[in-house]
Nanobody, 117 residues
C-alpha cells in the first residue's frame, strides 16, 4: 500500500486560490495514477481530478478552475485550485492507484479546504 500525506488546505475567501500537495511513498510513483477526491459534510465523496502518465482528468465542476499536476522526481501530486467558490468547501483526499489495481487502493488522511468570506 502507498502512504499518502496531503498538505496545503486552509481557509480562503471566495475567488481565492490554494495549492494542495500530496507526497507519496514508493519507488514506482511515476507508474501510479494519482487522484484527488473531496467530501463535503452530509455529502458523498466525489471525484475531482486524476493524472496518469500522459493524461489528466477533471470533474466538470472544476474544469477551468483547477489543475492537477505531478512531479515524479519528488513523488508528489498537486492540485492547484483557483477561483474558489463556497461550494468547493470540503475535505480533500489524495488517492493512488498502482499498476496492479483496478481502483484507487490507497488514501491519504485528508486536508480541509474552507471557502468563506
Amino acid at each position: 500500500q502507498v502512504q499518502l500525506v496531503e498538505s496545503g488546505g486552509g481557509l480562503v475567501q471566495p475567488g481565492g486560490s490554494l495549492r494542495l500537495s500530496c507526497a507519496a511513498s514508493g519507488r514506482t510513483f511515476s507508474s501510479y495514477t494519482m487522484g484527488w477526491f473531496r467530501q463535503a459534510p452530509g455529502k458523498e465523496r466525489e471525484f475531482v481530478a486524476a493524472i496518469a502518465w500522459n493524461d489528466d482528468y477533471l470533474a466538470n465542476s472544476v474544469k477551468g478552475r483547477f489543475t492537477i499536476s505531478r512531479d515524479n522526481a519528488k513523488n508528489t501530486v498537486y492540485l492547484q485550485m483557483n477561483s474558489l467558490k463556497p461550494e468547493d468547501t470540503a475535505t480533500y483526499y489524495c488517492a493512488a492507484r498502482t499498476k496492479g489495481e483496478s481502483d484507487f487502493g490507497s488514501w491519504g488522511q485528508g486536508t480541509q479546504v474552507t471557502v468563506s468570506s
